[in-house]
């Protein structure tokens, strides 16, 4: 019989081990920028919220500076949930590179990463996987993956 003490660490090991889950080999990993690599676990940064996007559990671009003009036309064409914050220090604390486009997964991983804002490289990306942006699905258009 394990004591309640035991059965804690247990359950914190457990917890820890969560966290650290990447998927760096995964198809669905593409790139890197800064000290994030596509299949990492998007990193919180202090003071910034950059988690509360992630309750829609929906397909988004995170960009901690500022995103360029082709990067929020080409989101709003394809109806892609695109959020900015303001590049602050505790951004390159958490390993992400100012201005760089990550493109989170429902799941809160990277699928798609770059130091510049590579517009069709996230289009081919998209296209490869048969992403649906969550207005196109909702709006009944159809998902090229079902």
């Not at 676990?41 to 919220?49: H, I, M, N, S, Y």
């Not at 604390?93 to 490289?121: K, M, N, S, T």
């Amino acid at each position: 019989m394990s004591s309640t003490y035991e059965g804690w660490a247990n359950f914190e090991t457990w917890c820890v081990d969560r966290v650290r889950i990447a998927y760096p080999e995964s198809p669905l990993s593409d790139g890197s920028a800064g000290g994030v690599h596509a299949g990492d676990r998007l990193p919180w940064v202090e003071g910034a919220d950059n988690f509360a996007p992630l309750a829609s559990r929906d397909w988004q671009v995170h960009v901690h500076g500022t995103a360029t003009a082709a990067l929020r036309e080409f989101a709003e064409g394809v109806t892609l949930p695109l959020y900015e914050w303001p590049w602050v220090p505790a951004a390159r604390d958490a390993g992400l590179a100012r201005d760089a486009l990550y493109l989170v997964r429902p799941d809160g991983h990277v699928g798609f990463a770059r130091r510049e804002q590579d517009v069709e490289g996230l289009r081919a990306y998209l296209d490869r996987f048969g992403i649906a942006a969550p207005a196109r699905r909702s709006a009944g258009v159809a998902d090229p993956a079902s």
